[in-house]
């Protein structure tokens, strides 16, 4: 099946841990975003990348941090310096080449700090 | 100011009701736009494209106005399947991000 996969579907976590979201996508795009979606809002751009090895901080950037060592994974590290972290984290794709400039959302990690 | 905005609803219409919703956007340099459904607690799927000529999908009618700077959406003859959150999307020149409406709510009702 080709698309986007993240894990785990829910997440809890104690405040101050640091916890790691995954993101895989076997879709061959060369650009992935994180975003969050908090209740009667918006997606809020986290961070994205265009190319393995490099990001870019989006508009929401603190508290997290990012790496792309493969093109198929662009994990997301949400730290203890994120002061409200309980929301819903949504991983997308887009092929930078293609005929359409749209992106591909994967089904998203629900995550509560307690 | 938001890069876009959206009336949130909801909108509650009977089956088979003809619906609209209007998107604004802030910027004037923004290239592309679409329109994405997002089901309850899941994640916004692609409705369609919305280009300068305005486009058709069967029930779904887009519309762009850049004099004005809104996007719009048809719906008609409405199905209990049409229930969702839509939300209107825009990109700048350079497609890096993609700004979202918080969206607007549609409840059909049988």
């Known amino acids: 099946d080709g698309g986007i996969t993240q894990s785990p579907k829910y997440l809890f976590r104690k405040e101050g841990q640091n916890v790691t979201l995954s993101c895989e996508q076997n879709?061959?795009?060369?650009?992935m975003y994180w975003y969050r979606q908090d209740p009667g809002q918006g997606l809020r751009l986290i961070y994205y990348?265009?190319?393995?090895?490099?990001?870019q901080k989006g508009d929401i950037a603190e508290g997290y941090s990012v790496s792309r060592e493969k093109k198929e994974s662009f994990p997301l590290t949400v730290t203890s310096a994120q002061k409200n972290p309980t929301a819903f984290y949504l991983c997308?794709?887009?092929?930078?080449?293609?005929?359409?400039?749209?992106?591909?959302f994967g089904p998203g990690t629900r995550l509560t700090v307690l | 100011r938001k890069e876009v905005e959206q009336d949130p609803g909801p909108f509650n219409v009977p089956e088979g009701a003809t619906v609209a919703f209007n998107c604004t956007y802030s910027n004037s340099a923004s290239q592309s736009f679409f329109w994405y459904r997002q089901d309850c607690r899941k994640e916004p799927k692609l409705l369609m494209s919305?280009?300068?000529s305005g486009n058709e999908d069967g029930r779904f009618t887009a519309q762009l106005n850049r004099a004005s700077q809104y996007i719009s959406l048809l719906i008609r003859d409405s199905k209990l399947s049409d229930s969702a959150t839509y939300l209107c999307?825009?990109?700048?020149?350079?497609?890096?991000?993609?700004?979202f409406g918080s969206g607007t709510k549609l409840n059909v009702k049988p």
């Open positions: 997308a794709s887009r092929d930078l080449g293609g005929a359409s400039d749209t992106q591909y």
């Open positions: 999307v825009v990109t700048l020149y350079n497609f890096n991000k993609f700004y």
């Open positions: 879709l061959n795009h060369d650009a």
């Open positions: 919305v280009y300068s």
């Open positions: 990348s265009q190319i393995v090895n490099d990001f």
